[in-house]
């Protein structure tokens, strides 16, 4: 029976995205490129003739024509899970008696120790692709967990995905989550070009795939270097059964996701800490960034018995690596100044990669640090990246001193503003007082000002707060109101649009809340949880302004020193002309009734902190729970309702969890907070 042209094509899309697998997937590639090249010229002269024809897993569907004006916001159908982390060999093998123990007490059958499917942990964008009757139809960042945003034009351009499932027996829904990379091949590639025809180039890998995969326009996410490596399973229709993580991998893998080769099986916490070993030996030789591995219990059902803590799995944690360090040499050190009028000692340093970002500026804290270092401009250092995040000075090496060398020796006035600098009775940090009359702090209070958490100013970011002081077209976070569309677009990179934009942006940051306000004003140590605090006890911003130190300190967890730092930011006349001129422009808030039982969501509990809050303080966490209605105390007994655990919980998130106490995270305290 001869073929019709319809036939041939959809025979040529199934040739197509079949060498594109065997080269991006398996990397094994069966025609070169030439050969690839003129099949797919082939394709597009017939979708050309034929536009009604072209079928939706067409290597030509994976580029958008036009750029997106926005990304989405979606819901996750199951959310996306954190993990929790093990640093040392001592905490794997806690985390493994666990897994034993809780399954023991479960019922669940194990006869001997627990099977683990170990994978590297990829250092890229966690996404989530959803599949109904076996073709993409969209792409989510993790977001959240909860929500993320809709990436699937972005998504449809990297090899990697594949667009229809490699099966005629697909199921009605299918979620894939996994993992988007930069390669490290691919990334110094792009960074050439890119700075050989002056466009931006990415600090890390990572940097390259989270930016690739938020621009608005597919067609320059498709010119990135781009991999996707399949992880697991989100939901799924009935009829996808498996017993074994590792099996449903495997089955990934048929349907044409790329799987990672290091991919293993192993038994016990000894099987890990080898598999751990043998990853931390070949990391520098792989085509990927990796920060650690990933221990997850192979038995699905086990898995279900194990359940969940909060945001985050019981069967299964990441073992990171230690950060990583490296020896340099410092050029300079210069000072910055923040938003309090902090001063804070910087190193400038010949570059250096450190955890695979390139280093240059590492940070001395402040003049005790130096002294106690003993660092000096001129001295070869080791650097590391503090929780693989922010570069700081570890030691000198003394013997590489230069014979010249001298002793570093902190300001006696502010770099921006020439203030006399001072140092606060009792603290490590030199300051300038100056406040809003230096530059440096008022860029940053103005930053603070329209932050996320704060007025929310949508479209105002670092570099135009800064472009606008520079000019002189802003002195304090008031002037932002004054702003004109005119005044807006004469500044660099700035149109006609986006300063529209930015003014409806300020426009609807009026209406806004009294805790919202009082946080962004920035007042020393008043962060949200206690600008919540003040505003539920006291009410108006009158009664907070007027207040004295008797008033303040008799508030739930509002000390001597958060007392005396509010009464000092409003005695302060500049500040007060500050927040009239706000509120002249048209600020305003609902007024705040007294907080009835309903709002008490915690009254009669016990509640315990314990771990790292990465945005709340301890003492703002503590006022948050106590306004909830909460009695909060330092350790866990049987009469302990609720437990918040941060990062790195330790023993008291392992008794809360014997205990069958219910276990939450901060963005949980934060969302009570908010709602």
Not at 295 to 302: A, F
Not at 528 to 555: F, G, H, R, Y
Not at 568 to 590: C, M, R, S, T
Request: charged share 25%.
């Amino acid at each position: 029976m001869n073929s019709t042209p319809r036939a041939d094509y959809l025979s040529l899309v199934q040739q197509l995205n079949h060498h594109a697998k065997q080269y991006y997937v398996h990397d094994d590639p069966e025609i070169s490129d030439g050969e690839y090249d003129r099949l797919y010229q082939a394709l597009l002269a017939y979708e050309a003739e034929h536009p009604d024809h072209i079928a939706s897993d067409s290597p030509s569907q994976r580029v958008a024509d036009q750029p997106l004006s926005h990304f989405e916001s979606v819901a996750h159908a199951l959310p996306m899970l954190s993990l929790g982390n093990v640093f040392t060999e001592s905490e794997l093998h806690a985390f493994d008696e666990r897994i034993q123990k809780q399954l023991l007490k479960s019922g669940a059958e194990l006869k001997s120790n627990v099977a683990y499917a170990a994978e590297p942990k990829l250092d890229g964008l966690a996404v989530s692709l959803r599949y109904e009757n076996g073709q993409l139809v969209m792409a989510a960042t993790r977001g959240d967990g909860s929500q993320g945003e809709n990436i699937t034009a972005n998504i449809k351009t990297l090899p990697s995905v594949p667009l229809k499932l490699a099966t005629e027996h697909a199921p009605e829904l299918l979620e894939v989550r996994g993992e988007v990379v930069m390669p490290r091949s691919g990334f110094k590639k792009y960074n050439e070009w890119a700075e050989a025809h002056g466009e931006k180039v990415f600090a890390n890998p990572r940097n390259g795939a989270a930016g690739s995969l938020r621009q608005l326009d597919p067609r320059k996410t498709a010119q990135r270097p781009l991999s996707f490596y399949a992880y697991a399973l989100g939901a799924t229709s009935d009829s996808v059964q498996f017993t074994r993580h590792s099996d449903s991998m495997q089955w990934l893998s048929e349907l044409g996701f790329q799987i990672n080769a290091l991919n293993q099986v192993v038994i016990g916490a000894a099987g890990c800490m080898a598999y751990y070993q043998h990853i931390g030996q070949v990391r520098s030789s792989l085509d990927f960034d990796i920060d650690g591995v990933v221990y997850k219990v192979d038995d699905l059902d086990h898995q279900a018995a194990l359940g969940f803590v909060t945001k985050a799995p019981r069967w299964a944690t990441a073992h990171k690596f230690p950060a990583e360090e490296a020896t340099t040499q410092i050029d300079n050190i210069e000072v910055q100044v923040g938003r309090t009028g902090s001063i804070t000692p910087v190193a400038r340093l010949k570059p250096v990669t450190v955890g695979g970002v390139t280093v240059t500026n590492a940070t001395l804290h402040n003049e005790d640090e130096i002294r106690r270092k003993d660092v000096r401009v001129g001295d070869t250092v080791f650097v590391r990246r503090a929780g693989d995040v922010i570069p700081e000075v570890v030691k000198v090496v003394l013997s590489k001193r230069p014979e010249n060398s001298q002793a570093f020796v902190m300001p006696s006035h502010c770099p921006v503003c020439q203030s006399e600098l001072h140092k606060p009775e009792g603290e490590a940090v030199l300051r300038c007082l100056n406040g809003l009359g230096c530059d440096a702090q008022r860029k940053e209070a103005i930053k603070h000002f329209a932050s996320r958490k704060a007025m929310d100013i949508d479209g105002l970011g670092d570099k135009l707060v800064e472009q606008l002081v520079d000019a002189g077209l802003i002195n304090n976070p008031a002037d932002l109101y004054q702003i004109t569309e005119s005044q807006a677009a004469g500044l660099e990179r700035m149109a006609s649009k986006s300063a529209q934009n930015l003014l409806t942006g300020i426009e609807k940051s009026k209406q806004t809340t009294l805790p919202r306000f009082l946080y962004a004003l920035g007042i020393r140590e008043v962060g949200e949880a206690t600008a919540l605090t003040l505003a539920n006890e006291l009410k108006s911003l009158d009664a907070i302004i007027q207040a004295d130190t008797d008033t303040l300190v008799a508030l739930p967890d509002v000390g001597t020193v958060v007392a005396d730092r509010i009464l000092a930011y409003f005695k302060q006349p500049e500040n007060l002309k500050v927040i009239h001129d706000l509120l002249d422009h048209g600020i305003q808030w609902p007024a705040i009734e007294s907080i009835d039982d309903a709002q008490q969501t915690l009254a009669g509990q016990t509640v315990v902190l314990t771990g790292k809050l990465n945005q709340l303080t301890r003492s703002e966490a503590k006022s948050a729970l106590q306004n909830l209605g909460a009695k909060v105390t330092g350790s866990v007994s049987a009469k302990t309702d609720l437990l918040v655990a941060g990062e790195n919980a330790g023993s008291k998130l392992t008794k809360a969890q014997e205990l069958g106490i219910q276990v939450v995270d901060e963005q949980w305290l934060i969302d009570q907070i908010t709602d």
